[in-house]
């Protein structure tokens, strides 16, 4: 056991809390070893990271997510939904999807990934 793992098993412990192992994951940035599953990329608050804080995993998850509510979008459209109510539906359903927490990545995407978003 690590000498982090430890100070924070011993830290939960005087605050009366306990640590979930199977909900808990580590990933590696610099020379950590535990017990811990250690993972390449996982989803905290909604956003994806990874080793390489790339926001490759974000990015290609919320243009599948947003891909798929286009598609009823169009299909919206083709039922012949009035111009404002599909407005509405884009700004209610997906653009929230693109959006959510940009501030916190959207300074670091490469120019290829803003242009995959757009």
């Known amino acids: 056991m690590t000498v982090y793992l430890s100070s924070l098993l011993t830290w939960t412990a005087n605050n009366d809390m306990q640590l979930n192992t199977s909900k808990t994951k580590e990933m590696i940035l610099g020379r950590i070893a535990g017990p811990i599953q250690r993972v390449t990329t996982f989803k905290l608050l909604g956003l994806h990271l990874d080793t390489g804080l790339s926001w490759t995993t ?61």
């Open 58 to 118: 974000h990015i290609n998850t919320i243009i599948f997510k947003a891909s798929k509510r286009l598609y009823f979008l169009k299909q919206l459209r083709r039922a012949g939904v009035p111009p404002q109510q599909l407005l509405n539906f884009y700004t209610a359903v997906i653009r929230p999807v693109l959006e959510y927490a940009s501030p916190v990545w959207h300074y670091s995407i490469t120019r290829a990934q803003s242009q995959h978003l757009e």
